[in-house]
Nanobody, 125 residues
Framework: QVQLVESGGGLVQTGGFLRLSCAAS????????MGWFRQGPGKEREFVAA????????TYVDSVKGRFTISRDNFKNTLYLQMNSLKPEDTAVYYC??????????????????WGQGTQVTVSS
């Protein structure tokens, strides 16, 4: 079983940037496909990005393509989300998650077995 802890959230102005980190422990990080999800105020949880075990394949929700980059360091057991050109609509609690479904990257939460506690990102207009 892997434990996930997010960090790096905060308050930023429109057009700013943040880098989220997700530290994994208690499991073999490199054996999981990983994803980022977010839940804005009054909204349902939304898929943001996912990355394969090796880091060679990624996928993004259309609203963040070209602005966000997901990456991982399997030696450091850490997942990242670089967020640039932030918009007020990016305001949400961001969660990292680990998936044991390895055939292809998954974009819905039911395929992710382990979740972090979340980190708040607030983008002011």
């Amino acid at each position: 079983q892997v434990q996930l802890v997010e960090s790096g959230g905060g308050l930023v102005q429109t057009g700013g940037f943040l880098r989220l980190s997700c530290a994994a422990s208690g499991g073999t990080f490199s054996s999981y496909n990983m994803g980022w999800f977010r839940q804005g105020p009054g909204k349902e949880r939304e898929f943001v990005a996912a990355i394969a075990r090796s880091g060679g394949t990624t996928t993004y929700v259309d609203s963040v393509k070209g602005r966000f980059t997901i990456s991982r360091d399997n030696f450091k057991n850490t997942l990242y989300l670089q967020m640039n050109s932030l918009k007020p609509e990016d305001t949400a609690v961001y969660y990292c998650a680990a998936s044991t479904y390895l055939i292809r990257l998954r974009t819905t939460g039911e395929y992710y077995r382990y979740w972090g506690q979340g980190t708040q990102v607030t983008v002011s207009s």
